[in-house]
């Protein structure tokens, strides 16, 4: 497997049997150059995922998965040379229950949480390892998973939100045991707050970690107010937690002052 190379100061692409095109996003716009290929396969939630009557909707005739052996072999990291340098990154849980409208995991990858690989799938014995998990500990085997990390003794980026109103005093317990620069959660719903507050107050108690490695992803621009997405944000700081703000459809955003 190799990285696909247009044509460059005019001299032609090698020909290829197969070449796979991915984005994230629908709204990233196409591969527009010539593909020397036999066959182009493309995939991906920005091919999947469209927008029907303000709803994520999957799209299933244009999502081409990866046959499982595909999607379970050790991943090539020769590929990112300069991301992968001792960091493995990969997926120990898949889905989520919570099916909110701004996200595509739900439509993407279900509305339940589910298992889909051990840590030795994608790590062996890199210093780093980054998560893409969505929600895992809504995955009934959360605490597989949070002791293969304990086990492992790697750095652990938690790089999505983990779910601060599943958080338990034994799932703290075991994250405070792994070895973590940072863990981020969200508060992207403003109504949330009761849910959220006394699981934040929590987890900082327990752990005993401060802002450095405690963020928050704040969701604005989809149905909050500018004094809601404010107010989240200072009560984060007093709590103790570096707020983080995501602003949803950031390409068509208003400036408000």
């Known amino acids: 497997m190799e990285w696909y190379i247009p044509a460059v100061h005019g001299f032609p692409s090698p020909p290829m049997d197969k070449v796979y095109v991915s984005k994230v996003f629908s709204f990233t716009p196409d591969y527009w150059n010539f593909i020397n290929a036999k066959e182009v396969v493309k995939s991906g939630s920005g091919y999947c995922i469209r927008m029907e009557d303000g709803k994520e909707c999957y799209q299933k005739e244009n999502d081409n998965q990866l046959t499982y052996k595909i999607e379970h072999i050790y991943p090539d990291y ?4 300069e991301l992968t340098k001792d ?3 990969g997926f120990m849980s ?10 595509h995991v739900g439509a993407k990858e279900g509305r339940k949480t589910y298992k889909a690989a051990d840590l030795s799938e994608f790590w062996k014995g890199q210093k780093n390892i980054v998560l893409l998990d969505p929600n895992l500990i809504a995955c009934k085997e959360w605490k597989d998973i949070l002791q293969q990390l304990i086990d492992s003794g790697a750095w652990v980026d938690f ?3 983990v779910d601060i ?6 799932k703290t317990g075991m994250i405070k045991h792994i070895r973590t620069k940072n863990i981020h959660f969200a508060w992207d719903r403003y109504e949330d707050r009761n849910d959220i507050l006394p699981k934040l107050k929590m987890f900082k108690e327990l752990t005993g970690w401060d802002k450095r490695k405690l963020t928050v992803y704040v969701l604005v621009n989809f149905d909050t107010t500018i004094e809601q997405d404010l ?6 700081r007093e709590l103790g937690y570096w707020p983080y703000v995501m602003i949803y459809d950031k390409q068509h955003v208003k400036k408000r002052g």
């Open 87 to 89: 960091t493995a990154y």
């Open 94 to 103: 898949r889905g989520c229950p919570r099916g909110c409208d701004f996200c």
């Open 231 to 236: 107010e989240r944000i200072y009560t984060l």
């Open 165 to 170: 109103r599943l958080m338990t005093e034994e």
């Open 78 to 81: 020769s590929l990112y040379p």
């Open 159 to 161: 790089s999505q939100g």
